[in-house]
């Protein structure tokens, strides 16, 4: 079966980054046609910055790696140097990119790519706000019937917030965005902190990424050393939740995963819960399902997915 293709549309952050690396370590899984930044965990000089890193991390550096938006839609940047470091990729040390920002936006490439490539054959994996698929959306809707799936890491529902009280950081940044995406009418899959806060990378999970001995085994160990530290003192949790990769992990392999296709919306006006992402999970409402809300994973599963694929690199 011909890899899927997909663009990464990110806010690297050091989930994000592992979820990039997992990525470029599936060829035969998925082919990332090019990776779209977008401001979030730290601003977009940096985290179009950190994508570059990435690729050269990984020793990818044809992959084309776009700038898209400064800003949500309409309201100011939240940024998470709290959980991130300044840098956006705090743990390890790694060199300052060599390889070029492409010249085009993100969202302009986004479009393009859906208009150029046959409908229904390229896949969209938002890791961090959806400030760049909520404004190509805008720009072009003809692009969102050809859109085979959008599989994004955001929303919470039984987990409720990280931000704040109700709401998960990539939704809370831009809602606005979110609920662009979510009334769209695309094909959508859900990866919330439901599933996320199952992905814990303990000490025994994250000394095997250090015991693959490579740079790339070293500089994840490195980074969830560092970033767990938020989830440690807030949630007591076991090790950093490895929120992003489990985007890629589902298009690689989906049976690790279960959730259901229910209604999903978000609050937009309310200040006590902005950002709040309402699933219908229980199906008490009349409202209809728009995205398939995953809930639960084979947590042994991806991170021995994940530590095989990162061996690779
Ligand atoms: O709430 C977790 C999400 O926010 C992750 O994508 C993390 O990288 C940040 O963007
Ligand atoms: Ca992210």
Redesign the pocket.
């Known amino acids: 079966m011909a890899p899927r293709n997909i663009i990464i549309d990110t ?6 980054a592992v979820a990039i690396l997992l990525a470029l370590a599936s060829p035969e899984k998925v082919h990332v046609l090019g990776i779209t930044a977008v401001a ?2 730290v601003p977009l000089d940096l985290t179009q910055k950190n994508a570059r890193i990435i690729c050269e991390l990984a020793q990818k550096t044809d992959v084309p790696v776009f700038a898209g938006a400064k800003r949500p839609l309409e309201r100011t940047l939240v940024t ?1 140097e709290h ?2 470091g300044k840098t956006g990729l705090d743990g390890p040390t790694l060199p300052a990119p060599e390889m070029p920002l492409q010249d085009q936006h993100a969202v302009d490439f986004i479009i393009e790519t859906l208009r150029t490539e046959p409908a229904g054959t390229v896949t969209l994996c938002p ?3 959806l400030t760049n698929i909520a404004a190509a959306f805008n720009k072009a809707p003809d692009i969102i019937e050809r859109v085979q799936e959008v599989v994004l ?2 929303g919470a529902y039984f987990e409720v917030g ?2 704040t009280p109700t709401a ?3 939704i809370y940044v831009d809602p606005e965005a979110a609920e662009i995406v979510l009334k769209s009418g695309a094909n959508i899959t859900m990866m919330p ?1 439901d599933v ?1 806060h199952k992905a814990l990378v303990t000490k025994e999970r994250n000394d095997r990424f250090r015991a693959l001995g490579t740079p790339v085994g070293i500089a994840v160990a490195e980074m969830t050393d560092f970033f767990e530290r938020f989830d440690r003192e807030k949630y007591g949790s076991d090790g950093a ?1 490895l ?2 990769p489990t985007v890629i992990a589902y298009l690689i392999n989906p049976k690790l995963f279960t959730g259901r296709y229910v209604n999903v919306e978000v609050e937009t006006k309310s200040d006590l819960t902005l950002g709040m992402t309402v699933a219908d999970w229980w199906r008490v409402s009349d409202r209809d399902p728009n995205a398939m809300f995953i809930g639960d994973l084979d947590a042994d599963g991806f991170f021995d997915l994940l530590t095989e694929r990162l061996g690779r690199l």
């Open positions: 806010d690297p952050g050091q989930d994000d979030g965990n998470a959980v991130h890791l961090g706000p890491m955001g990280n931000i998960e950081f990539n902190l996320t939740p929120h992003d």
